[in-house]
């Protein structure tokens, strides 16, 4: 917040042609500031107010011309409420609809602890409800809320902290607690606590950037704040190796038509470490299937269900571009020639969508997480010991990605280029795939030793 002594007020200037003729002028730093009036005693008023102002040795605001005295007045009058509907005003447009719904949830945890008392608070699962579904969703800011949620947003709305009350530690260490926690008081997962802490540290963010606060640092930064843990790391003994990999597949091929079509599509997890949501959106044209060899898959987007809610069009499922890349960017992928000969097949028995897709549902819509979940549920069943399903092996069908990058690195592909195949930075991969290369090294370590000893070289 650039201040200064260094402030200049001049006389009125009447400008009789316009519809407020009396002008304000003030120079604060290098900055000049006006404001009209359409009668006298207003202009001279105002003008009486800042040389009181600068009378009393008060700092001026450069960018907005104001004393410090009603600079604090003016973040004082912003309450949380008011400024994160300014803020998804804000994020709204430009924002995928998976994000606008991330902001909503993360907001609608958060505000209910920002308030000045809990007399008279709606039930939780209806201020939860009016927050996110319309508080903190612009398509429906023009919409006429049910009683109950109107009556919860008048309520927050005139019990909502300050924002400047947040530069006190204790304040922020209640947001921080309700993003740690779920509706019901227990522990939320690590990840979604994380997530939620990113957008309050963005909403602060943009406090400080309006000035609300009486210095430009993030409350935030300054709070000691232990995260919940995350397990991040890919547990080898949950990865499937290739063999248990051919028997859920094959299992999953045992379950009729709808297995039978999904086979590729899971094969795409695991021979291309693609996302669900890549594979779910891979065209025939993104495909490079020669008769003998390696093809190549060039992944341009994947669909993300969302709800209807929250998408410009109204539709479930937004097509996005890939992953932490630039909207046009591409990803080609490699395919070994088995996989190539299953795609090949694959699209001479179903053929594609209207839209190029290989893979939908029996109405030819997207697939549905929940629908080939079910599959690959029965599949483990079939497939996996008594032991090995009670386990986390290959719990989830985003497990064949693991399991697929996982086999990249044992058989001894460089990791920036298994980095490369599966859409993510090689902190990323050095981070999740920890204790999978450290099995590699340990590999490599005996390779090295065995050189040593063919060289005679003396071991330690």
Not at 244 to 264: F, N, S, T, Y
Not at 348 to 362: I, K, M, N
Not at 389 to 411: E, I, K, N, T
Request: positive net charge; glycine residues 6%; contains cysteine.
């Amino acid at each position: 917040m650039p201040l200064t002594f260094d402030v200049r007020i001049y006389s009125l200037e009447v400008r009789r042609d316009r519809p407020k003729p009396y002008r304000l002028r003030w120079l604060v730093g290098r900055r000049k500031h006006s404001k009209s009036y359409k009668l006298k005693p207003q202009a001279d008023g105002r003008r009486a107010e800042l040389m009181s102002a600068l009378r009393r040795g008060e700092q001026f605001d450069e960018d907005t011309g104001l004393p410090v005295s009603e600079l604090r007045a003016l973040r004082g009058s912003i309450t949380w409420y008011e400024h994160t509907r300014a803020y998804i005003d804000r994020k709204w447009d430009g924002a995928p609809a998976k994000s606008r719904k991330n902001y909503a949830d993360a907001l609608a945890t958060i505000t209910p602890s920002l308030v000045k008392t809990r007399s008279g608070c709606p039930a939780v699962d209806v201020l939860r409800r009016a927050l996110y579904a319309w508080a903190y969703n612009k398509k429906r800011w023009d919409d006429e809320p049910p009683d109950d949620v109107a009556k919860a947003l008048s309520w927050i709305e005139k019990n909502s902290l300050p924002v400047s009350a947040l530069e006190d530690p204790e304040v922020v260490r209640r947001a921080l607690d309700a993003l740690s926690r779920k509706l019901d008081g227990t522990q939320a997962a690590a990840r979604t606590a994380l997530r939620k802490r990113a957008c309050l540290s963005d909403v602060l963010g943009l406090a400080v950037e309006r000035k609300y606060f009486s210095t430009p640092v993030n409350p935030l930064s300054t709070i000691q704040w232990t995260a919940p843990k995350s397990v991040e790391e890919v547990d080898p003994g949950n990865v499937g190796n290739p063999r248990q990999v051919r028997a859920l597949l094959k299992a999953v091929g045992e379950q009729g038509a709808r297995g039978d079509h999904l086979v590729p599509f899971f094969g795409c997890l695991y021979y291309a470490a693609m996302r669900p949501a890549e594979a779910a959106a891979l065209t025939r044209a993104q495909c490079q299937l020669p008769e003998k060899g390696w093809g190549v898959l060039t992944l341009r987007r994947g669909v993300v269900r969302a709800g209807r809610g929250w998408t410009d069009d109204g539709q479930a499922h937004e097509q996005r571009g890939l992953k932490a890349r630039a909207a046009n960017d591409s990803r080609p992928i490699p395919i070994p020639p088995h996989f190539v000969r299953m795609l090949r097949e694959h699209l001479a028995q179903h053929g594609t969508a209207p839209d190029g897709r290989l893979f939908r549902t029996s109405r030819g819509g997207l697939l549905q997480e929940t629908g080939y979940g079910e599959v690959w549920a029965k599949a483990r069943e079939r497939a996996l010991t008594a032991e090995e399903v009670s386990s986390q092996l290959a719990r989830r069908p985003y497990d064949l990605r693991h399991a697929g990058v996982s086999f990249w690195l044992g058989s001894g592909v460089d990791p920036m280029e298994c980095a490369r195949r599966a859409g993510h930075s090689i902190a990323v991969l050095f981070r999740v795939y920890a204790k999978v290369l450290a099995q590699t090294q340990d590999r490599a370590n005996r390779r090295i030793d065995a050189a040593m000893r063919e060289w005679n070289e003396p071991e330690e």
